[in-house]
């Protein structure tokens, strides 16, 4: 599956140093799930200025797979979102409306 914004949530698979939304967005959560451990994984969600958002390790090697690892709640407004770094697994970024 390649990464997916046209729906809401979003939904991330693919990392990159490329801003996949470039305006502001109002972030009502960031979801990191069915990763595979094989030894530490990593997420890193940053704006498009490159200031992260989320920063997150998982536990190593031996740990069951298939966990939500990672539940942010209300992130409020970010000027623009790109995803670095997602060693496995799926994000998805539930987006909101209004002011």
């Known amino acids: 599956m390649a990464n997916d914004i ?6 991330i698979d693919t990392p990159g140093a490329s801003v996949i939304y470039a305006f502001p967005v109002k972030v009502m959560n960031i979801n990191w ?3 595979t451990i094989t030894s530490a994984q990593n997420l890193v969600v ?6 992260d ?4 390790t998982t536990g190593a090697a031996g740990a069951s797979g298939q966990l939500q690892v990672l539940n942010t709640g209300p992130l409020g ?9 997602l060693t ?4 998805t970024i539930s987006i909101g409306a209004g002011k």
């Open 6 to 11: 046209s729906a809401n949530p979003w939904k």
């Open 33 to 35: 799930s069915n990763y």
């Open 46 to 51: 940053q704006d498009s200025n490159g200031k």
């Open 53 to 56: 958002i989320v920063n997150s």
């Open 77 to 85: 407004w970010v000027r623009g979102i790109k995803v670095p770094t």
């Open 88 to 91: 496995s697994g799926e994000v």
